[in-house]
């Protein structure tokens, strides 16, 4: 399960990043795990991490691999905006889309040429949204 506080697809490459990191060190099999974990992640990554080992029986190695490769098969849904959106745009936009569609990310991508409205592209299909678009199509 995706956890709450990944919302775009740079926040999910970097939680990855992470996992990678703690499995290709030696912290995960030997007693300094809590200071690996305090140096490579944040306070909800730490606690999101710990609360999915402990719930898998306590098997860091195979969590953290089954963990990555879980996370690996997220769903990204891209949004193309004519504006660039800040951080607080994107988690709002981000929550809307979890309402539809679980377990997926958003990429968003800034085109003005759009003037205004949304493009998504989900599973190679696409929903134009765009003021262009109406526009052009006379809608």
């Known amino acids: 399960m995706l956890p709450y506080f990944i919302d775009t697809k740079e926040d999910l490459e970097k939680l990855i990043q992470k996992i990678e990191a703690l499995e290709k060190s030696s912290y995960n099999l030997k007693n300094d795990w ?5 140096e490579i992640f944040t306070e909800e990554e730490k606690e999101y991490i710990n609360k999915t080992i402990q719930q898998a029986g306590g098997d860091k190695e195979h969590t953290l691999r089954d963990l990555r490769e879980e996370l690996e098969k997220t769903k990204t ?13 994107q988690k709002k936009i981000a929550k809307k889309i979890k309402g539809w569609v ?7 991508h800034y085109n003005p040429d759009i003037s205004g409205g949304v493009v998504l592209e989900y ?17």
Request: hydrophobic share 35%.
């Open 102 to 108: 679980k377990n997926a990310v958003i990429k968003t």
């Open 34 to 38: 809590d200071q690996a974990l305090n």
């Open 123 to 139: 599973k190679g299909k696409y929903l134009d949204l765009s003021l262009k678009h109406k526009y052009e199509t006379g809608i």
């Open 77 to 89: 849904i891209n949004i193309t905006l004519a504006w660039k959106p800040t951080v607080k745009q």
